[in-house]
């Protein structure tokens, strides 16, 4: 991280929720929790939720579980539910991080129409923007860690064991979605549905954007100069 950033949750009341916006691969959990983590305000992933939920063989994991090894949309009554539940927490009246939605007009306006209801200030939403051949590399060698959730990429960071995660030796997976046919899947889902959505902020003048090709700690610092400057 870069120098200056805060570690500790800062003593700012409030922040404004903020979107983070890119292709699948762009690296949005990533900065998403390192956001999170220096400005002490919860990271929402509606794919982690309903991974978690398939994990545990919900009625909602068990009716999406298809949908999403498709690379398409659950849908949006599905997302804006979880979205409205987990957002109405007592750890995200500071403010929350959200990865992964909007990714429609539907769920931003449902979003938007949420944020009045509550009195709370418009969304922020930071397009962290990806050159394709970086994306498809990204994709292709991401790995996770089944036990702790760490994220690995075996053709970016060497592995102590290969196939092994370094902190706790569990087999390393890989989601079923990475799949290279459901990653095309999954992109142009993106460009169809979810891309729009960037002009759309742009327009209401609640656009920031940061190259994100980049190492992972340079990108999450120019995020911060960003929302530092926000
Ligand atoms: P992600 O981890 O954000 O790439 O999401 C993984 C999968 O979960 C997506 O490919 C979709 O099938 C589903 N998903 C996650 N977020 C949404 C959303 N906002 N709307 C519809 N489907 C979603």
């Known amino acids: 991280m870069a120098a200056g950033l805060p570690l500790e949750p800062t003593d700012r009341k409030s922040f404004r929720p903020l979107?983070?916006?890119?292709?699948?691969?762009?690296?949005?959990?990533?900065?998403?929790?390192?956001?999170?983590?220096?400005?002490?305000?919860?990271?929402?992933?509606?794919?982690?939720?309903l991974r978690e939920a398939v994990r545990r063989g919900t009625p909602l994991g068990l009716a999406s579980q298809s949908t999403m090894e498709a690379g398409c949309l659950v849908s949006d009554n599905v997302v804006c539910g979880l979205i409205e539940l987990r957002t109405a927490e007592p750890d995200c009246?500071?403010?929350?991080?959200?990865?992964?939605?909007?990714?429609?007009?539907?769920?931003?306006?449902?979003?938007?129409?949420?944020?009045?209801?509550?009195?709370?200030?418009?969304?922020?939403?930071?397009?962290?923007?990806?050159?394709?051949?970086?994306?498809?590399?990204?994709?292709?060698?991401?790995?996770?860690?089944?036990?702790?959730?760490?994220?690995?990429?075996?053709?970016?960071?060497?592995?102590?064991?290969?196939?092994?995660?370094?902190?706790?030796?569990?087999?390393?997976?890989?989601r079923p979605d990475d799949r290279e046919e459901v990653v095309q899947r999954r992109l142009e889902e993106y460009d169809r549905q979810t891309k729009p959505l960037i002009e759309r902020y742009r327009s209401l003048g609640l656009l920031r954007e940061v190259d994100g090709n980049g190492s992972p700690e340079g990108v999450t610092a120019a995020i911060f100069s960003i929302l530092n400057g926000s």
């Open 19 to 49: 979107l983070l916006m890119g292709p699948p691969g762009a690296g949005k959990g990533t900065q998403s929790r390192a956001i999170g983590r220096a400005f002490g305000i919860p990271e929402i992933s509606t794919g982690a939720m």
């Open 93 to 174: 009246q500071r403010g929350f991080i959200v990865d992964g939605f909007p990714r429609n007009l539907p769920q931003a306006v449902f979003l938007d129409g949420l944020l009045l209801t509550r009195g709370k200030p418009k969304a922020l939403a930071l397009n962290i923007r990806v050159d394709r051949d970086v994306l498809m590399k990204r994709l292709a060698g991401r790995r996770e860690c089944p036990v702790c959730g760490t994220a690995y990429n075996v053709y970016m960071s060497p592995l102590q064991c290969p196939g092994l995660c370094d902190a706790d030796g569990a087999d390393l997976i890989q």
